[in-house]
């Protein structure tokens, strides 16, 4: 892994190379093992330009990275944040016998990838990868990244300069470059609002979506979304013809993200399909070298209460328990968090993210497999993020097609199927189906009598009226295609690829590398497995009323019985309330200085919170109003507090 830097001055100033490496140097703590860059400082009237990179050792491959890339006749350069997971596949499209090319580091097949086929090489990539690309000839720079993501890039258009790198504090080491919060987005993470379009966290610095290019010119700036996935036909296939499909992509998904483990990862185990998966597949795959992977499960620190949450299971222990007994070449550790404050750590989290975190009480426990996983001596965590939108997609989404398109015995037997096999009430398929359809305040009203609450953007989030209206939330959220009374959605295509394009885990993922030297690989955001779960039709996901029906025909091979079969849902960090009590005095603290900083005023109900900590429960936490007030609002605004009063200088 890398941290790029790249800086085009327009204007004739000189010293630009010296600039890049401030650039470079403010990244340090995401590329500590070695630094190289290349300056263009003859552009006469072009201008001069200077990129390079700071590397972080995570594969062999990586003993070969020199810095930037040059192309065989000098006129492209590269400098790239990057992991391919289908070296081989590519060497061999760019029909090469060259040896050398073989143990050359990702960046340079990269290279040899764009100098073949230009930016149609995207299409072709596999792996988690940022990168900026230097055309000398056309005077042209070029950025992208992966489809989902995985590794941030950021830029700032300035006056008489262009400046690009991994994180913003690359951007902030040139004075030119204005140190502020975003406000808006800020607002918009308060409000659930998808990450969508180039704003980043802080102002006048924006990043290259996922799946974008972005081509840099001196006449402007363009963007192009180049990862485009196909709609599924409705075809004759069979289930058998998608189970061994899956198997086949979850397989290899998850046997390229063991390059560089020697034998030994770590992984997020929970009771659910996508963790399991991902843990067994890499335990079975491991087994014949001898490998071995430590799971890390999350288990609550005090008994909790299923008064509210008798379909979720609260404590997660048992049922992965159940899956690592099938592997003798798994360890489970079962780690106890509840104790530790989720106000704990705001700082550190701060300056290694540059961002704030959407759920504090999952932080808490989310950071100790961390750490325990680096005093394990291990580099890599594998987790599955992504499951729910590939293999193990519920496909609830069938109802309300199956009643746009007249299919109505199909619809009658999976209602059916619901009740009796899923054990739903006969609303919750019934609001599924018509949901979708309804106006939105028939909707809130049937919420209300049925649910004895609707979801409200000002119960559940701890946005002021004042900002909501400022910033027009509400329409933002039109534009978005997120409906604030969360009504079931009606196209499960287009549901799945909205939320992966919703999701940018890039921040998270380099700043889990720069704080604890661990990289965190997702198999289930795979392109190969991503595009192929998506061609498979909503019907074959959803039968006889049994939901993920894809997922448990393909983990039957590798998953336990009970697990597979259960109808509850994991809940983590349900213990989650006793950190938030012992830690009361500090949120009180915190609340204190965010009420001190203006722009954090402007955004959050800063009183509403603070009431909230004065009249903290003792009891009733799962209760749905607790969950909604302290867990959501509380926690996700002191964490957008505090992100606004640190981006702001405020103490």
């Keep these: 892994m890398s941290a790029i830097a790249c800086l085009w001055r327009f204007d004739g100033r000189p010293g630009v190379a010296a600039d890049c490496d401030r650039m470079l140097s403010a990244q340090r703590i995401y590329g500590p093992h070695h630094g190289a860059q290349w300056a263009d400082d003859a552009g006469g009237a072009e201008g001069a330009l200077a990129m390079g990179r700071r590397l972080y050792r995570m594969l062999p491959e990586d003993m070969a990275d020199r810095g930037p890339v040059k192309s065989r006749d000098g006129r492209l350069v590269l400098v790239a944040d990057v992991r391919l997971d289908n070296r081989d596949e590519l060497i061999s499209a760019l029909r090469s016998d060259d040896a050398a090319l073989r143990r050359d580091c990702d960046a340079g097949i990269l290279m040899a990838c764009l100098e073949r086929w230009g930016d149609d090489a995207l299409d072709r990539l596999v792996g988690d990868f940022a990168f900026a690309l230097w055309d000398s000839h056309r005077r042209k720079l070029t950025l992208a990244r992966d489809f989902m993501g995985q590794r941030p890039l950021h830029f700032h258009d300035g006056k008489g300069f262009f400046a690009a790198a991994t994180m913003a504090k690359g951007l902030h080491a040139l004075p030119d470059v204005p140190y502020a919060a975003d406000e808006r987005t800020v607002a918009e993470f308060v409000a659930l609002l998808p990450q969508s379009g180039p704003g980043s966290f802080f102002r006048d610095v924006q990043r290259v979506e996922q799946g974008q290019i972005v081509t840099v010119t001196r006449d402007g700036i363009s963007r192009r979304l180049y990862w485009q996935p196909r709609r599924p036909d409705r075809g004759d296939r069979g289930p058998r013809d998608w189970v061994d499909g899956v198997r086949h992509h979850l397989d290899q998904a998850v046997r390229s993200r063991l390059r560089g483990s020697n034998g030994a990862v770590a992984s997020h185990l929970s009771s659910g399909f996508d963790s399991a998966a991902v843990t067994a597949t890499a335990a079975r795959l491991l087994a014949a070298e001898g490998g071995r992977v430590t799971a890390f499960t999350s288990v609550p620190t005090v008994h909790p209460d299923n008064r509210f949450a008798?379909?979720?299971?609260?404590?997660?222990?048992?049922?992965?328990?159940?899956?690592?007994?099938?592997?003798?070449?798994?360890?489970?550790?079962?780690?106890?968090?509840?104790?530790?404050?989720?106000?704990?750590?705001?700082?550190?989290?701060?300056?290694?993210?540059?961002?704030?975190?959407?759920?504090?009480?999952?932080?808490?426990?989310?950071r100790q497999i961390t750490q325990e996983t680096r005093d394990r001596g291990l580099g890599i965590i594998l987790h599955g993020m992504m499951g729910n939108m590939t293999f193990s997609y519920y496909g609830l989404e069938l109802l309300p097609e199956l009643l746009r398109t007249g299919r109505w015995g199909r619809l009658a037997r999976e209602y059916a199927g619901l009740m009796t096999r899923a054990g739903m009430s006969w609303r919750a398929p019934a609001g599924i189906t018509f949901g979708p359809y309804m106006p939105p305040r028939l909707w809130g009203r049937l919420t209300m009598r049925f649910q004895g609450f609707k979801d409200d953007v000002f119960n559940y989030t701890a946005i002021s009226r004042r900002g909501f209206d400022e910033m027009d939330i509400g329409g933002l959220a039109k534009a978005r295609d997120l409906d604030l009374n969360?009504?079931?959605?009606?196209?499960?295509?287009?549901?799945?690829?909205?939320?992966?394009?919703?999701?940018?885990?890039?921040?998270?993922?380099?700043?889990?590398?720069?704080?604890?030297?661990?990289?965190?690989?997702?198999?289930?955001?795979?392109?190969?497995?991503?595009?192929?779960?998506?061609?498979?039709?909503?019907?074959?996901?959803?039968?006889?009323?049994?939901?993920?029906?894809?997922a448990r025909k393909v983990l039957s091979d590798r998953l336990p019985d009970v697990v597979l079969n259960t109808r509850k849902r994991g809940y983590q960090a349900s213990d989650w309330h006793v950190g938030l009590t012992g830690g009361r005095a500090d949120a009180a603290d915190e609340l204190a200085r965010i009420a001190r900083c203006d722009a954090a005023t402007r955004t959050l109900d800063v009183a509403r919170m603070q009431q909230l900590v004065d009249d903290l429960p003792t009891a009733d936490w799962e209760h749905p109003g607790v969950i909604r007030s302290y867990r959501l609002a509380l926690l996700r605004g002191i964490s957008a507090g505090h992100f606004l009063r640190k981006a702001s200088g405020s103490n």
Excluded: M
Aim: net charge positive; charged share 25%.
């Design 310 to 366: 008798q379909r979720r299971t609260l404590d997660e222990g048992p049922l992965a328990a159940a899956t690592a007994a099938l592997y003798p070449n798994i360890e489970h550790v079962r780690l106890r968090t509840g104790h530790v404050s989720p106000i704990d750590d705001l700082d550190r989290t701060f300056f290694l993210f540059e961002r704030p975190k959407l759920n504090l009480c999952n932080w808490v426990w989310l």
């Design 486 to 550: 969360y009504r079931p959605r009606k196209d499960g295509f287009a549901d799945r690829v909205w939320v992966l394009r919703r999701t940018d885990p890039g921040n998270n993922n380099k700043g889990t590398l720069a704080g604890w030297g661990v990289d965190l690989r997702d198999p289930t955001a795979d392109r190969r497995l991503a595009e192929y779960c998506l061609s498979i039709p909503t019907e074959a996901y959803l039968q006889g009323g049994v939901t993920r029906a894809v």
